[in-house]
């Protein structure tokens, strides 16, 4: 069964930065909408950034200015380039995607990963 690997998260200092990377384990036929999500001890999930496949993207209030998300379609691959990151970033980021498995799939399926953790602290 094909899920998104995440990587690149870690333990930075306020004000400092992180990039993100979520790519499909193995091949997929396509894929429609690419997102970060993040949750935090004793809160919900909530949407960081999405962006399509034509480019579009979406920014929690939380984020907008700070990170910015973008996608390599020939590698189906989506990165999340966060700056300026604080205490209050800190949380386990879930990548998210909507993919077709094959090219007689009738719906796209929303898959998650499994979660990279993203700590802010001195």
């Known amino acids: 069964q094909v899920q998104l690997v995440e990587s690149g998260g870690g333990l930075v200092q306020p004000g400092g930065s992180l990039r993100l990377s979520c790519a499909p384990s193995?091949?997929?036929?396509?894929?429609?909408?690419m997102g970060w999500y993040r949750q935090a001890p004793g809160k919900q999930r909530e949407l960081v950034a999405s962006?399509?496949?034509?480019?579009?993207?979406n920014y929690g209030d939380s984020v907008k200015g700070r990170f910015t998300i973008s996608r390599d379609n020939a590698k189906n691959t989506v990165f999340l380039q966060m700056s300026s990151l604080q205490p209050e970033d800190t949380a386990t980021y879930y990548c998210?995607?909507?993919?077709?498995?094959?090219?007689?799939?009738?719906?796209?399926?929303?898959?998650w990963g499994q979660g990279t953790q993203v700590t802010v602290s001195s």
């Open positions: 193995g091949n997929v036929f396509s894929i429609d909408v």
């Open positions: 962006i399509t496949n034509s480019g579009r993207t």
């Open positions: 998210n995607a909507m993919m077709k498995m094959y090219s007689f799939s009738r719906y796209y399926s929303n898959s």
